[in-house]
């Protein structure tokens, strides 16, 4: 129960990992949140956390190696992105439209959802696949970090990289990997903040 709740409340979690949290405030808090009374209850929940504490050792390590090599990543921004959500029946033109935009040496992604396609390109190319398009976003930017080979062996680089834009709010709009790329697509005016909290 103890060790459900930190998870679930992640600030919390840090805090406890970096060992900047008083375990008996802690424990009232929990018994409180949890309406668990009795002093018994309080003194196992403080346990318990100061078990959890030693658990996380591991996942702090993981963390510095995430951040060392974040260290060696090259970060890539371009603006003026846009995202195409398409119908199934789009697939036959799709082929047609990424050559185009990839003749015109223009940047261009497709995803396959279960029931749509998903294209990111610049916004100069969206034109053409009009009666296709479910939603289409525009203005966005996509940021690109081009980290070293070791990334495909580094256990917890994604969730690292989406915590950090989760404690910002910073929203990912779209997301995909491609070995050493990490991409994500958020908002332009986002991108200062990402920028900052990414190269720290």
């Known amino acids: 129960m103890t060790i459900t709740y930190i998870k679930e409340h992640p600030s919390i979690k840090n805090c406890l990992k970096q060992g900047l ?5 802690l424990a009232r808090l929990i018994a409180k949140e949890l309406d668990i009374e009795k002093k018994m209850s309080k003194e196992a929940i ?6 959890f504490k030693e658990s996380l050792r591991k996942e702090l390590s993981r963390e510095e190696d995430v951040r060392k090599l974040m260290g060696s990543s090259e970060i890539e921004v371009r603006n003026k992105i846009s995202v195409l959500i398409l119908k199934k029946t789009a697939l036959d033109y799709i082929d047609e439209f990424t050559q185009k935009i990839r003749a015109n040496g223009g940047l261009v992604y497709v995803l ?11 916004d100069k190319y969206v034109n053409g696949l009009d009666r296709f398009i479910i939603k289409k976003s525009d203005g ?5 970090l081009k980290s070293p080979k070791d990334i495909e062996w580094q256990v917890g680089v994604i969730a690292y990289l989406t915590s950090l834009f989760a404690e910002h709010g910073v929203n990912i709009l779209e ?5 050493t790329d990490t991409l994500f697509v958020i908002e332009a005016k986002d991108v200062n903040l990402a920028l900052g909290f990414l190269t720290l």
């Not at 949290?21 to 405030?25: D, G, K, R």
């Not at 403080?46 to 078990?51: D, H």
């Not at 966005?140 to 690109?144: D, N, P, V, Y």
């Open 175 to 179: 997301m995909l990997s491609a070995w």
């Open 112 to 122: 396959e959802g279960s029931d749509n396609y998903t294209i990111i390109t610049q």
């Open 46 to 51: 403080l346990i318990a956390a100061r078990r």
């Open 21 to 25: 949290i008083n375990y008996s405030s």
């Open 140 to 144: 966005l930017a996509l940021i690109i």
